[in-house]
């Protein structure tokens, strides 16, 4: 049998040619995405930072812990706590201690002459809890960040120009005796000593500031000029300015954490088991570090990417392979048929084309195996350089990934060629060569059970959600595996569907002067099993195109009109830097602008436990209620805004308890426990429509965005000039709503469109493979049906047109199949959101499915015009008597 397998791949060397190159491009996929796949499950290893030279440190709880029936569950505060001064002084009998603060320090560098340079670095540190109205908060995702410049209203990512103010490079306050739980060293210079002077930590590419410079530093106190009296080199995980002690204190009287000369065990003695606080030693003091778990949150997106995308390899890899070896084994009927009547039997010929498919698998996917260990490189320094994973992100050392690759392409080609084999052997020899001149039967009773039932979960799926949870069909995972059971539904009942989507492409030019159309239409009709081979991968491609790319438009469409009908204020005005908070200066004068309504708000977030169960925060604003009606307009469905009080919570219809006056219990975003009552439900919508609460209930944070509204009667200019004054004195960004809402809506360089990319770049590849290896093969099979056009006088290039013809309507075959199953997906997500309260447009992406089916139809005329011109090389004659 194995002899028998290898002569039959001998002499149909470019059936097994197309099956390998598809097959090993599948497997090196999978193999190149699972290794960088398995490099995001473990974050790489950081010791402490800031506090590496501590021997312990105190500071508030940063978990909410609260106990279950079914065991203690445990949430991260949004806002934790400071150390109490009743703690630090109990703390300060036991030893000597130094307490940490952490706020915002803007420095803006003054050289000599009159020019002011402006040093621009991310924000990685650490924020603080700076009192009642300065304290920082987490910006939501409903908290603008703009990158337009408000006066000139250019929105890319790098128009805004730069404003009096807010050239400044984003750095953190401590005081300077904590510089030594680092360890901080001082490089030049000496240890500030009076108010207005500082020691500023310098890096390679940082701001070029030297011992003796007079610098503008903003922090929450409002902007000053100092000295720098002293530097230390940076530690590369913040960029801080260092106080005196008591300067600190007073532009931060809140403790963040403190250092405790003392035994670990005498200082959880003397706090107690209840005292709210952690005593961090060891490798645990990382936990107050600035973003601890940053590493780990980075590499969450990029798993769900390349999880994504290891997928959708695997699924339409899957599907083209199969789709190869099913034409192939479908070409071989003639071949079959023969071995049938020379009387080998239906389970030699299974086993035979088994052989074949297992030795055509190892091969393909150890060399899949080879290929994808040389592309998971270049996979993730494509990553790194498109922003979609952190810079340290590197591929580890694991193999499992290649095993597994390895023995998916084995068992991908030994399924599909048992699928399609298994009725040729069954098959009666002389139906088997009476079936080798044309098409017929193509769709066994099996087939047609298996479509049927597949469809039938493609569309009740969908429509059970729809009945019961339509904001599940919104997530990612439900918009990215839904279209794959309508796909496979679709695939499977291509021959049928080939014959009337074939005829209708071709009902124009078989009506046109001339044999071409004609012979376009009967073929494709003829030649079913082709035909719905190539259009096979198109329908994949152009299904998971029109539905992953539309179905995001669609969402972004969707949440923008929830924006621009939700938000009704002028101006918008959020802080310079992400993440920090706004400049209490600002806030003042914003409130003083005469002829405004100013609503100022929080970001912050609030828990509540699930049926016992589980813990599950919330995104939230907290609001003044007097304000908010004057600048919004929220989708309420039951109750009112205006009943919203420091005892009252508004929440949406996700939540398990909408009645409107009964009470829920939530922590808050500091760990406080509250009861609330329950004012107002909002519609679920797109899922931005979060909670909203009362400053009281805020939970520490600080106000990150202002909505100002021009009252009646009130001076547009005036108001937008008093605005805008104090944001380039104070660093804030104001915008007006259309300037927001544009610089607040994705953009071309937006990570979700960079990966849809990558995954949709890895299909349309799939594809390519697909389309060559089975038009070279059809194209290859059919010199017999060439020679007989050519002695019936059709000249060499109308055969290569028609030819070429033929592919193109294959395509279009797939394309309109993928086209219906991208409707109905997209117009799932319409359903959904029409339920969810939320109307808006279905977007098309039109430009996308253009380029994909011309990009198919180019590739798909050239694979088949290749092999034809080459074939017609060879005089008619001697084609037509050249056995298949």
């Known amino acids: 049998m194995l002899m028998l397998a290898l002569s039959g791949m001998r002499t149909r060397w470019i059936t097994f040619v197309g099956s390998f190159v598809a097959l090993a491009l599948g497997v090196g996929l999978i193999a190149a995405t699972g290794l960088a796949l398995a490099a995001t499950f473990d974050a790489p290893e950081r010791g402490p930072e800031r506090f590496a030279a501590a021997p312990v440190v105190v500071r508030a709880a940063g978990h909410l812990r609260v106990d279950t029936p079914t065991g203690t569950r445990t949430k991260p505060l949004d806002h934790p706590g400071p150390v109490g001064p009743r703690t630090a002084d109990r703390l300060a009998a036991l030893g000597r201690t130094v307490a940490d603060r ?14 002011t340079t402006a040093v621009r670095t991310g924000a990685d540190a650490r924020e603080p809890r700076t009192g009642p109205d300065v304290t920082v908060a987490r910006t939501g995702a409903d908290v603008g960040d703009p990158r337009t410049d408000a006066e000139k ?5 790098d128009a805004r120009k730069s404003r009096p103010g807010q050239d400044a490079e984003a750095r953190v306050g401590h005081p300077w005796p904590v ?32 011992t003796g410079d007079r610098v503008l530093v903003r922090t929450p106190a409002g902007s000053a000029p100092r000295t720098v009296v002293g530097t230390v080199a940076g530690r590369g995980f913040e960029d801080a300015v260092f106080f005196t002690d008591d300067e600190a204190a007073r532009i931060s009287p809140d403790i963040d954490a403190l250092v405790v000369h003392a035994d670990a065990t005498a200082v959880r003695r003397a706090l107690g088991p209840d005292s709210g606080m952690d005593v961090l030693t060891g490798h645990d003091r990382r936990r ?13 997106s990029v798993n769900a990417l390349l999880g994504t995308a290891a997928g959708i390899t695997l699924f339409v890899s899957a599907a083209v392979v199969a789709s190869t070896f099913s034409f192939a084994v479908a070409q071989r009927r003639r071949e079959f048929g023969l071995l049938r009547t020379a009387g080998a039997t239906p389970g030699q010929i299974r086993r035979t084309v088994c052989a074949e498919a297992v030795l055509v698998g190892v091969l393909a996917s150890a060399a899949g195996v080879w290929l994808g260990a040389g592309a998971a490189p270049l996979l993730v320094g494509r990553m790194t350089e498109a922003g979609l994973a952190p810079p340290w992100f590197a591929l580890g050392d694991a193999s499992w990934p290649l095993h597994t690759a390895f023995w998916t392409g084995v068992f991908v080609a030994t399924a599909g060629a048992l699928v399609s084999c298994h009725r040729a052997g069954r098959t009666a020899p002389t139906e088997a060569l009476r079936e080798a001149a044309v098409d017929s039967r193509v769709m066994p009773a099996s087939r047609w059970v298996a479509a049927v039932l ?17 904001g599940d069909l919104l997530g990612r995972k439900s918009y990215i595996t839904r279209p794959m059971l309508l796909v496979v539904g679709f695939a499977l009942l291509a021959p049928v569907l080939v014959r009337p989507v074939g005829r209708l492409l071709t009902w124009l030019p078989a009506r046109l002067p001339g044999a071409t159309g004609v012979l376009v239409r009967e073929n494709t009709a003829a030649g079913v099993r082709r035909t719905a081979a190539v259009a096979a991968p198109v329908l994949i491609t152009v299904a998971l195109a029109a539905t992953l790319t539309g179905t995001v438009a669609t969402l972004e469409e969707a949440r923008a009109t929830e924006a621009r009908t939700a938000t009704t204020a002028d101006f918008v005005a959020t802080p310079g830097q992400e993440g920090r908070p706004l400049a209490p200066a600002f806030v003042e004068r914003a409130r003083a602008v005469e002829g405004a309504v100013v609503s100022v708000s929080r970001s912050t977030a609030v828990t509540v436990l699930e049926e016992d ?36 919570i508004v929440v949406n219809e996700e939540w398990l308890t909408t009645r409107v006056g009964d009470r829920v219990t939530v922590w808050l975003g500091d760990g406080r426990r509250a009861s609330l009552r329950i004012a107002a439900v909002l519609a679920t919508g797109t899922g931005d429509n979060g909670v909203y609460v009362t400053r009281r209930n805020a939970g520490g944070a600080g106000v990150d965005r202002i909505d100002v509204k021009v009252a009646e009667g009130g001076d547009r200019r005036a108001v937008a000039a008093a605005l805008h004054s104090a944001g380039a004195a104070t660093g804030t960004r104001v915008a007006t709503k259309a300037e927001w809402l544009s610089a607040n809506g994705p953009g071309p360089d937006d990570p979700t469109r960079t990966g849809l990319r990558m995954i949709l ?33 059709a000249t060499a290039p109308q055969v290569l047109r028609l030819v070429a013809a033929e592919a193109v309507v294959a395509v279009g075959v797939g394309a309109v199949l993928g086209g219906v199953v991208a409707a109905v997906n997209l117009l799932v997500v319409w359903g959904a959101l029409v339920l969810l309260g939320v109307m808006s447009a279905v977007v098309v992406p039109w430009g996308t499915l253009g380029l994909v089916v011309a990009a198919a139809a180019l590739l798909a005329a050239v694979s088949a015009v290749l092999p034809a011109s080459l074939a017609l090389r060879t005089r008619p004659v001697e084609l037509a008597g050249a056995r298949e």
């Not at 952490?102 to 020019?115: C, E, I, M």
């Not at 209203?153 to 990512?157: E, L, P, V, W």
């Not at 349309?764 to 038009?775: D, V």
């Open 288 to 300: 107050a570090d600035p973003d601890p778990d940053r590493d780990a949150q980075a590499l969450v």
């Open 454 to 470: 597949v469809l039938l979960a493609g569309l009740g799926l969908p429509a059970l959600a729809l009945a019961l949870d339509p």
């Open 179 to 210: 510089a030594a739980a680092a360890p901080y060293r001082l490089t030049s210079g000496r240890a500030p000593a009076a108010p207005g002077e500082v020691v500023v930590t310098t890096r390679p590419g940082g701001a070029p500031l030297r």
């Open 613 to 648: 169960t589980a813990l599950v925060t919330s995104e939230a604003r907290a609001v003044d209620p007097a304000r908010l009606a004057a600048v919004s307009e929220l989708p309420v469905t039951a109750g009112r805004l205006s009943d919203l009080d420091d005892d009252a």
């Open 761 to 793: 770049g890895i299909a349309l590849l799939c594809t390519a493979t697909a389309l060559a290896n089975t038009l070279v093969m059809a194209t290859s099979d059919r010199v017999r049906d060439l020679a007989v056009l050519r002695l019936a006088g």
């Open 153 to 157: 209203a250019r929105t890319g990512a």
């Open 102 to 115: 952490t706020f915002p320090a803007d420095v803006t560098a003054a050289r000599t002459g009159p020019h």
